[in-house]
C-alpha cells in the first residue's frame, strides 16, 4: 500500500479562511465582493482557472467553489483493488472515484473498504462458523458449507453505502473519515436470507434486534474490546433482500471487503453489515455495542446550526439511507473537442429502503433542469442505472449537477443540514466540464 498526503487544499483554504482562499485562487478582487467579482474583471480570473468561459456564471451560488477545483486525490494500491483513494491506514479506508463507478455491477477491484479495527489474518472459509443465539429456540453453530447446504442461495445486486460518504463537504469539518462521493458500490453478493436462518432458529416473540460481531480486532490490540459491533430492527434482518454472503461477483469476497462471511443490510449504513462475521446474538432491546452509541452513526432529531454543541440524548440511529445519485461518465474535467456540443451523461441513483422515481440534471447552475432516462433496479435494493444526453449552447465552462427523487416525493437538495458527525450528506453531485471553440 502506497499512501500520499496532499498539501493545503482547496476544500480546506475555504473551511479555514474562505476570503483568503478567494484572494489565492481567483485575485484580490474576489476578496472585498464575490457576487462583483464575477460580474467584473474576477470573472476572467476565474475562467482563466478553470479553462473556459462560464456561460451561465450569473447562476453561480455565492462562494461555489467550481466542480473543478473540489477535488483531491491520493494514490491508493492494495493487492485486488483497483485506483481506490485513501482515507486513512489505520484502519485501512479506502473510496472509488466517481469515474471508477461506471459499471452497472461494481467490480471487487473497485468496491470501496471501510474498516473500523484490524482485518483477521486468517480468512479462509475453511473451518469458520456462524452462530446464532440469543433469544432464539435453537442455538446454532454452522459453517458456510453448512449454510449453503441448509438454505436457499441467492444473488443479488445490493447497494452499499458508508453513513458517512460526503463528509468531506461539511463546514465546519466533521470527525472522522473524510469521504467525498465514493464510499459507495453495488457489487453482486451470494450468500443465504438472513431472515431463512433465523426462522430456522425460531426467533422468539420478544426478540427486538440482532447484535452483530466478527474477528476483526480493536485497533488498540485490546482481545476484550470489539473493533465494531452494531445491529439492526428484528424487522430489517427478515428482509428478504438481507443476507449473509460467502461470495462477492461470483468469487470469494476480498479480504478487505469481510471474506469469508460477511453481512449485507442494503440501504443502510455499510456498518450494519457487519465484516468478518462470526456471531449474530439476538436481544431483547436494542444492541448497545461497539459504535452503537452515544454518537456513532446517529443524528439529531432536529436540525441543527454548524457547530452547535447536541446532548447524547438529542441523536437517533441512523436506519434506511437518504436519496442520492452520482455522476460516474464522464470524468469531472472532462473536455468536448471542438465542433462538438452533446454529450452523454451516465450514472446511478439510489434510495435506501425505497426507489428512485426520477433523476434530473443541469448545465446551468439549476436555474433549469432535463430529466434523466431511469432504469428499473436489477433486484430489490439495488442501484439504479440512468443516462441522458445534454446539449451545451456554446463554448465555456459548465458544471452538470444531477438531483434524484424517490418514491416517497424526497429529492436530493444542493446543499444538507449540518450535523455533528458528518453523516447522511446526500447534496448533489456535480462535475466539470469544458466546451470547446
Keep these: 500500500m502506497t499512501q500520499r498526503k496532499p498539501?493545503?487544499?482547496i476544500c480546506e483554504l475555504y473551511e479555514q479562511d474562505p476570503e483568503r482562499a478567494d484572494w489565492l485562487?481567483?485575485?484580490?478582487?474576489?476578496?472585498?465582493?464575490?457576487r462583483g467579482f464575477l460580474r467584473g474583471a474576477g470573472l476572467a480570473t476565474m475562467a482563466g482557472v478553470v479553462g473556459a468561459t462560464i456561460p451561465f456564471h450569473r447562476n453561480m451560488p455565492s462562494g461555489l467553489i467550481p466542480a473543478a477545483l473540489a477535488e483531491e486525490t491520493q494514490e491508493f494500491t492494495i493487492e485486488g483493488k483497483d485506483g481506490l483513494t485513501v482515507l486513512n491506514d489505520r484502519p485501512?479506508?479506502?473510496?472509488?472515484?466517481?469515474?471508477?463507478?461506471?459499471?452497472?455491477?461494481?467490480?471487487?477491484?473497485?468496491?470501496f473498504i471501510r474498516n473500523n479495527?484490524?482485518?483477521?489474518q486468517n480468512t479462509a472459509a475453511e473451518g469458520w462458523t456462524l452462530k446464532i443465539d440469543g433469544l432464539v429456540n435453537n442455538t446454532m453453530e454452522m459453517t458456510i458449507d453448512e449454510l449453503k447446504d441448509r438454505f436457499e442461495?441467492?444473488?443479488?445486486?445490493?447497494?452499499?453505502?458508508?453513513?458517512?460518504?460526503?463528509?468531506?463537504?461539511?463546514?465546519?469539518?466533521?470527525?472522522?473519515?473524510?469521504?467525498?462521493?465514493?464510499?459507495?458500490?453495488n457489487s453482486e453478493w451470494t450468500g443465504v436470507r438472513l431472515r431463512d436462518v433465523l426462522m430456522a432458529a425460531g426467533v422468539q416473540p420478544d426478540a427486538v434486534y440482532t447484535a452483530h460481531y466478527g474477528a476483526d480486532s480493536h485497533l488498540s490490540g485490546d482481545p476484550e474490546k470489539d473493533a465494531v459491533s452494531r445491529g439492526m430492527p428484528i424487522w430489517k434482518a427478515m428482509d428478504p433482500d438481507t443476507i449473509i454472503a460467502f461470495e462477492q461477483n461470483g468469487a470469494p469476497i476480498h479480504p478487505m471487503n469481510g471474506a469469508p462471511l460477511r453481512l449485507v443490510a442494503?440501504?443502510?449504513?455499510?456498518?450494519?453489515s457487519q465484516k468478518w462475521l462470526t456471531r449474530i446474538w439476538?436481544?431483547?432491546?436494542?444492541?448497545d455495542g461497539q459504535k452503537m452509541g452515544p454518537r456513532s452513526y446517529r443524528v439529531p432529531r432536529y436540525p441543527v446550526a454548524p457547530g452547535e454543541e447536541v446532548p447524547d440524548e438529542d441523536f437517533q440511529i441512523i436506519e434506511s439511507m437518504p436519496v442520492k445519485s452520482l455522476i460516474t461518465s464522464p470524468k469531472s474535467g472532462h473536455v468536448l473537442p471542438v465542433d462538438h456540443r452533446t454529450l452523454e451523461v451516465r450514472g446511478h441513483a439510489w434510495a435506501g429502503d425505497e426507489l428512485v422515481t426520477a433523476v434530473d440534471l443541469s448545465t446551468d447552475f439549476g436555474a433549469t433542469w432535463q430529466p434523466a432516462e431511469l432504469m428499473p433496479p436489477m433486484n430489490g435494493h439495488s442501484w439504479q442505472t440512468w443516462r441522458a444526453q445534454l446539449n451545451f449552447p456554446t463554448r465555456g465552462y459548465y458544471e452538470i449537477w444531477a438531483r434524484a427523487t424517490d418514491s416517497k416525493g424526497r429529492m436530493q437538495p444542493f446543499t444538507v443540514n449540518w450535523n455533528p458527525k458528518g453523516y447522511?450528506?446526500?447534496?448533489?453531485?456535480?462535475?466539470?466540464?469544458?466546451?470547446?471553440?
Design 7 to 9: 498539501e493545503r487544499g
Design 117 to 120: 479495527g484490524i482485518p483477521p
Design 282 to 287: 439476538i436481544r431483547d432491546q436494542v444492541h
Design 266 to 272: 442494503p440501504g443502510w449504513p455499510g456498518s450494519t
Design 92 to 111: 485501512v479506508n479506502a473510496e472509488t472515484p466517481a469515474h471508477l463507478l461506471n459499471d452497472d455491477v461494481t467490480p471487487t477491484a473497485r468496491h
Design 153 to 185: 442461495v441467492v444473488r443479488l445486486a445490493l447497494q452499499l453505502e458508508c453513513g458517512g460518504n460526503g463528509r468531506a463537504a461539511f463546514n465546519p469539518p466533521a470527525s472522522g473519515n473524510q469521504w467525498t462521493v465514493g464510499a459507495v458500490a
Design 424 to 437: 447522511l450528506n446526500n447534496s448533489m453531485h456535480r462535475i466539470a466540464v469544458r466546451v470547446e471553440v
Design 25 to 34: 485562487i481567483f485575485g484580490r478582487e474576489a476578496c472585498s465582493d464575490r
